[in-house]
């Protein structure tokens, strides 16, 4: 059988079929109108047994035999036409192949088809793997957040539709930080595996465990509805079970169990949902006290959409920009109500001022919390400071002179009050004499208007507010007031420091051969800190701190590398010479620097896709030295060399890490639905986010505390 024959009888088709016969793929031509085989090339021969000098062959006979279902998917028995196609299909070697097809042109007068052939077994193999480990937690081999979400998203319509019940738990495990703090991330993570080891054993296939990251895990338990929600009581044998206590032979550190359940459909049926009142549930269980299990009830869902889950702090700066106070924004702490009782979660307050750190301000600081009719509570009036603690009475409740009776009860017992978002206009008199301090919204009061204020209410503390930019801050000094609240200041207090600072050209010079490409050089390192005493006790103390967490003293930067690694040494070498260069200008911009790079470090290995923790570190460490050396980033790049992933993310709005960038500030400025669409992007837990913001700032903290 000849291939190609050319109009004048000339036989052409051999260095054709030579070139077919060459080809790794499998090259099958077939008449679709006599579905008989025309051609096949020598890979395919030998795959199918076929012996073309048989000049009638039939598809069915050649092709059929091998590949079982071929001619099932074949165009030319297909009702509606098609010009090419494209399928797996498994061949009598159960291994798979990849067929293409297309029409072509046999000989100039059969109406053919031409099949290639590609085994692609391997391939799909690989596929199913990388699929396989996509959806499985690399450390303990268990689904993860990404299973769960598919998993979940495949039953959703059963649910809502009245065919599935079942229960959502999520749960980490308590003190779980200390074993990576006290022993290290290798025992943690056997920690890890010992647990999910154990939990599963407990399940026994009766439901499904997912790790959602960190120490954060997750059950799921469901069954046909039969016209019966399903209950908590009908899985105790595993969730109970699950509540003991967890350590190592060669530790001396317990875990315990925190655990939130949501059922499903009573507590709804979208994913998002579900998850976000497990998370208010478990959030519960961990302020009573750990160790504990809490069902969602709907009485816990007080608070907006996630504005419950987040917490920050900003700022009240004075005129020389010292920071004298700060306002607690209305947090999951804050805003947990239990309608059977009267007292508010006062404890949970007080870890949350614990661990950001409020335990180390000095004793004339304001912390300005949101009116609660819980902060009524005999215990909370017993145990709330009266000299740090403001009440702000918000634009919702001084609108309403009804609360006014309230606040005076407050006012007696002797708690301070201030009004935001103060108007002369709006703003009851008779608020005034309950009044400390009254906040001025200034982007949004007349010049007038904020002048007349400052100058009839001078009996009062004055607070300008929403001042976003140093323009601003300059415009409310001449208009009066004394005191500022921002966007621009929008980070917690900064620990006291009694510095002796050394050059601020040496610490320039420290930034620029930390980022250098290549090694480290040493003998520049130690050309500049030779002759300055400060800045050379201060390098050693950072890597002997608890924030670096070495469990060896670090006599030298020889040393250094040894332990730590050229690249680790390079990141605290940069942290230090960043604290040197911003020392002359808001000592806020320090805390906020620091706190993001370690922030954006922990939640890196949290988002899907990972980030890499030492960039992201890096990006929100060097993010506000534009600040820092009062210049743009394109001319601080001039002066020191960093990755190009993280300039470009500086300075232009496209560059590969900038929406970290936008993270940092919205999160700083209290953008919750800014934050909670990036939760979902990135496949994030709101109350992981929430943590990794506390463990950040206690981080610094301690660092500062060392350093200090």
């Not at 980490?172 to 990576?180: A, G, Y």
């Not at 949501?262 to 994913?271: Q, R, V």
Request: glycine fraction near 6%; charge should be negative; aromatic fraction near 10%.
């Amino acid at each position: 059988m000849k291939l190609f024959k050319s109009n004048n009888g000339d036989d052409n088709s051999q260095w054709v079929e030579d070139l077919l016969d060459s080809m790794e793929e499998q090259v099958i031509i077939t008449d679709k109108k006599k579905c008989q085989l025309l051609f096949a090339n020598a890979k395919a021969r030998n795959k199918l047994g076929v012996d073309l000098s048989d000049e009638d062959i039939r598809c069915r006979d050649a092709i059929g035999n091998f590949y079982k279902n071929i001619c099932n998917k074949c165009p030319a028995l297909a009702e509606e036409k098609t010009s090419g196609y494209s399928f797996d299909i498994v061949g009598a070697d159960d291994r798979v192949y990849s067929v293409n097809a297309a029409d072509s042109l046999w000989e100039g007068r059969y109406n053919s088809q031409t099949l290639y052939i590609k085994d692609v077994d391997e391939q799909r193999k690989n596929i199913e793997r990388l699929e396989h480990l996509a959806f499985l937690d690399t450390l303990t081999g268990i689904p993860n957040r990404r299973k769960f979400l598919e998993d979940f998203a495949a039953i959703e319509k059963q649910i809502s539709g009245g065919k599935l019940t079942g229960i959502l738990c999520i749960m980490d495990l308590d003190n779980f930080k200390s074993v990576n703090d006290t022993y290290g991330h290798n025992t943690g993570d056997l920690m890890l595996k010992e647990f999910v080891n154990y939990c599963i054993g407990l399940i026994d296939g009766k439901g499904t465990f997912y790790r959602l990251g960190g120490d954060e895990f997750l059950m799921v338990f469901n069954r046909p509805a039969n016209g019966k929600d399903a209950t908590v009581a009908e899985y105790d044998d595993a969730i109970k079970g699950i509540f003991r206590s967890y350590t190592l032979s060669n530790i001396e550190t317990y875990c315990t169990v925190s655990m939130g359940i949501a059922l499903f459909p009573k507590h709804g049926s979208d994913t998002s949902e579900l998850l976000r009142k497990a998370d208010i549930a478990l959030y519960r269980a961990k302020a009573a006290g750990k160790n504990k299990l809490v069902e969602f009830v709907d009485t816990y869902d007080t608070a907006k959409r996630f504005v419950d889950i987040y917490v920050h702090i900003l700022p009240i700066l004075n005129t020389i920009n010292k920071t004298v106070g700060y306002e607690l924004v209305e947090s999951s702490a804050l805003s947990i109500k239990d309608e059977s009782s009267d007292i508010m979660a006062f404890s949970s307050l007080d870890k949350t001022l614990d661990i950001l750190g409020m335990d180390e301000l000095t004793s004339d600081a304001k912390i300005f919390i949101g009116y609660n009719e819980q902060l009524l509570s005999p215990l909370v009036l017993q145990n709330l400071s009266k000299t740090n603690f403001v009440i702000e009475i918000s634009e919702k409740i001084w609108s309403n002179i009804n609360m006014l009776p309230k606040v005076v009860q407050l006012h007696k017992h002797g708690c301070q009050i201030a009004i935001d978002n103060y108007s002369a206009d709006s703003t009851d008199k008779k608020w005034l004499d309950v009044a400390d301090i009254l906040k001025v919204d200034i982007s949004k009061t007349a010049e007038g208007d904020a002048r007349n204020i400052a100058r009839i209410r001078s009996n009062k503390q004055l607070i300008a507010t929403k001042v976003d930019t140093n323009e601003m801050m300059e415009t409310a000094k001449n208009w009066g007031y004394k005191l500022f609240q921002g966007y621009y200041f929008s980070e917690p207090k900064m620990v006291k420091t009694k510095d002796i600072e050394p050059l601020r050209a040496n610490y320039l010079m420290l930034l620029k051969i930390a980022n250098a490409p290549g090694d480290l050089d040493f003998r520049a390192i130690a050309a500049i800190i030779e002759n300055d005493v400060a800045l050379s006790y201060k390098l050693l103390k950072l890597l002997n701190s608890a924030a670096i967490g070495l469990r060896y003293k670090i006599t030298s930067i020889e040393l250094a590398v040894a332990y730590l690694g050229e690249e680790e040494l390079k990141k605290w070498i940069t942290l230090l010479a960043i604290r040197g260069v911003s020392a002359d200008r808001p000592l806020e911009i320090i805390r906020i620097s620091l706190i993001r790079a370690y922030f954006g470090e922990l939640l890196s290995p949290l988002l899907t896709p990972q980030l890499n923790k030492k960039t992201t570190f890096l990006l929100g460490l060097l993010s506000l030295m534009d600040v820092a050396l009062n210049m743009p980033f394109s001319e601080v790049f001039k002066e020191i060399s960093v990755d190009e992933v993280i300039m470009e993310s500086l300075c232009s709005p496209e560059g590969e890490l900038r929406f970290m960038l936008d993270f940092f500030k919205n999160y700083e400025y209290g953008n919750w639905d800014y934050v909670t669409k990036f939760a979902d992007k990135y496949l994030l837990n709101s109350q992981s986010i929430t943590d990794k913001y506390l463990e950040a700032v206690q981080w610094y903290n301690d660092l500062i505390k060392d350093l200090d």
